[in-house]
């Protein structure tokens, strides 16, 4: 059983920055994944960003490629999402989500994963 807590979101201006956090517990292995989501009102939730066990790598969105960032401190079992020159239309719920098991063709699939956060909502005002 993966736990996920969020924490990080608030509201910003245009051009700034914000650091969410999700730390885990319970999750271990070469396929073990976390990923981040986003879901503003009205539409679907939406790929942010993924990192996978497997080699550390990392995966990003077309939104958010160049602004965002995602990292691992294993010392205190978190994955980081820093987000630089968020936009007004980068305002949502952000979610963490995780998986042992993901191939890599479902890294940007919210259905694949079974275990998530609370979420954490992020407004970016103009």
């Known amino acids: 059983q993966v736990q996920l807590v969020e924490s990080g979101g608030g509201l910003v201006q245009a051009g700034d920055s914000l650091r969410l956090s999700c730390a885990y517990s319970?999750?271990?292995?070469?396929?073990?994944?976390v990923g981040w989501f986003r879901q503003a009102p009205g539409k679907e939730r939406e790929f942010v960003s993924a990192f996978s066990w497997m080699g550390g790598r990392t995966y990003y969105g077309d939104a958010v490629k160049g602004r965002f960032t995602i990292s691992r401190e294993n010392a205190k079992n978190t994955v980081y999402l820093q987000m630089n020159s968020l936009k007004p239309e980068d305002t949502a719920v952000y979610y963490c989500?995780?998986?042992?098991?993901?191939?890599?063709?479902?890294?940007?699939?919210?259905?694949?994963?079974?275990?998530w956060g609370q979420g954490t909502q992020v407004t970016v005002s103009s």
């Open positions: 989500a995780a998986d042992n098991r993901l191939i890599l063709s479902d890294y940007r699939r919210a259905q694949a994963y079974d275990y």
């Open positions: 319970g999750g271990a292995g070469s396929r073990f994944v």
